[in-house]
C-alpha cells in the first residue's frame, strides 16, 4: 500500500522558520522525482520545488533563495526547509512523486504577518 505522509506544517510568525518532512512508504523512493505543491485558498496549485533521484533541485522563483529541497534516501523522506517565512506562503503544502505520482494528504503552513 502506497502512502506519503507529510508533517511539519505549523503557525510562525514572518521571518521564521519550518522544515516539511514527507515520508514515502510502498514505492520504490530512490528512483522517483520528489516535488513539493502548495495550495491557498482560492488559488491553483503551484509548483514550489523538485527535487531528482540523482538530486538535482530546482524552485519556484517565488521561494527561491528561501526554501531548500532535500532527501535522504535511507530514510525514504523528503524534506522542505522554509526560511524567512512570508504571509505570502501560508498554503497547504503537499508532496508527489514522479512518475508514480502519488500525493500526501497536505500539511498546513500559515504565516502571521
Known amino acids: 500500500q502506497v502512502a506519503l505522509v507529510e508533517s511539519g506544517g505549523g503557525l510562525v510568525q514572518a521571518g521564521g522558520s519550518l522544515r516539511l518532512s514527507c515520508r514515502a512508504s510502498?514505492?520504490?523512493?530512490?528512483?522517483?522525482?520528489m516535488r513539493w505543491y502548495r495550495q491557498a485558498p482560492g488559488k491553483q496549485r503551484e509548483l514550489v520545488a523538485i527535487i531528482t533521484s540523482g538530486g538535482t533541485t530546482n524552485y519556484a522563483d517565488s521561494v527561491k533563495g528561501r526554501f531548500t529541497i532535500s532527501r535522504d534516501n535511507a530514510k525514504n523522506t523528503v524534506y522542505l526547509q522554509m526560511n524567512s517565512l512570508k504571509p505570502e506562503d501560508t498554503a497547504v503544502y503537499y508532496c508527489?512523486?514522479?512518475?508514480?505520482?502519488?500525493w500526501g494528504q497536505g500539511t498546513q503552513v500559515t504565516v502571521s504577518s
Open positions: 508527489n512523486s514522479v512518475p508514480t505520482n502519488y
Open positions: 510502498g514505492i520504490i523512493f530512490s528512483i522517483n522525482s
